[in-house]
């Protein structure tokens, strides 16, 4: 009974390293309280589910088809929570998308178009879209405050992180590759990532931050972690990077030069500009932005400001604490 005892007394003991182990990496705890008591149903649960060939429930998501990338993305990613939260197979349709085909850039074989003739779109409340077996939504007029009324339960950054960090992980072996080749090497992993849009975004949707903020932020940033002296700046304006250099000559600014590879503008992102592109340059030019994309994600810090779909959805790719994201404008939202 005594050897017992002394057992029963070691127990606590072992856990130690384990709580040591979490507090030292506190992302890691993060992402598992994220996956494991926030969200309805493991990783596997939704492989399992999406690979269902004959689904008795489906949500299938339009693409609208004329919006920007990361845009379109990251209300994608909403209706994908919601088909997880309501149990329903979730199915694309992206025949209008103007970046091209969907398996292009992501390898999900199950998440193709289903002509059902009974597809109904989703209503105000969920008691009625219960009664759907199969519904359907989009992100034009007022089907879009439909779905999102629909959605407020799925509306948080764990469950939308959730299904964005499967939907990436099923990235083309092509798309791995071209990011691979295409992405800047031997940075030190504490490096911060920094994302300046200029472009179409600025003419209505959002004003111009200032480079100066973020040099006053990353100035901060260097005085509690000196070690950080190396940025990678990702934007769809080429001088942008100049301009950083010239203002502090010292610091190692790095980027992919898009003026190698790009065929439509290099000055800011216009997207109509994008759309008269030829299917293989959309190609190109949309896994180029996903490399910088990966570049921000594998950041140990990221600014960018919350105005831009880019910066929401790079807040969704990452696996690190949200904190390591900061913002210059808005806080995040899911759409």
């Not at 939504?137 to 799925?154: C, Q």
């Not at 764990?158 to 791995?176: C, P």
């Not at 100035?219 to 940025?231: N, T």
């Not at 030019?285 to 570049?295: G, K, N, V, Y």
Request: hydrophobic share 35%.
């Amino acid at each position: 009974m005594v050897g017992w005892f002394k057992i029963l007394k070691l127990i606590p003991l072992l856990f130690l390293p384990i709580a040591f182990y979490l507090f030292h990496n506190q992302s890691y705890f993060y992402s598992i309280v994220s996956i494991e008591q926030k969200c309805p149903c493991s990783f596997d649960s939704i492989a399992s589910c999406q690979a269902s060939r004959n689904p008795k429930r489906t949500l299938m998501y339009i693409i609208w088809g004329k919006g920007g990338y990361c845009s379109e993305m990251n209300q994608l990613l909403l209706a994908f929570a919601y088909s997880v939260w309501s149990k329903r197979h979730f199915i694309i349709d992206a025949r209008q998308w103007n970046y091209g085909n969907f398996s292009h850039y992501f390898h999900v074989p199950s998440m193709n178009y289903f002509p059902y003739s009974n597809r109904t779109y989703l209503g105000k409340n969920n008691n009625e879209n219960e009664l759907i077996d199969h519904a359907q939504t989009t992100r034009t007029g007022n089907i879009l405050n439909r779905f999102w009324i629909a959605s407020l339960k799925v509306q948080s950054l764990e469950k939308i992180r959730y299904v964005t960090h499967y939907l990436w992980k099923s990235l083309t072996n092509e798309t791995l590759k071209f990011i691979e080749e295409h992405r800047i090497k031997r940075l030190p992993k504490t490096y911060i990532g920094i994302h300046v849009r200029k472009g179409d975004k600025l003419i209505k949707e959002a004003r111009e931050i200032p480079l100066m903020e973020y040099i006053t932020l990353i100035e901060a940033m260097v005085k509690r972690k000196k070690k950080i002296r190396h940025i990678f700046v990702a934007s769809d304006d080429h001088t942008v990077i100049g301009q950083l250099r010239r203002l502090r000559p010292r610091w190692h600014f790095v980027g992919i030069d898009r003026r190698k590879h790009r065929k439509t503008d290099t000055t800011g992102h216009y997207q109509k500009n994008f759309d008269q592109l030829s299917e293989k340059d959309k190609i190109f030019e949309t896994r180029l932005f996903m490399t910088e994309m990966q570049m921000l994600i594998d950041a140990k810090y990221v600014l960018c400001g919350m105005s831009s779909n880019v910066c929401r959805f790079i807040q969704l790719l990452r696996h690190q604490n949200p904190a390591t994201l900061i913002s210059l404008d808005y806080k995040w939202r899911s759409t």
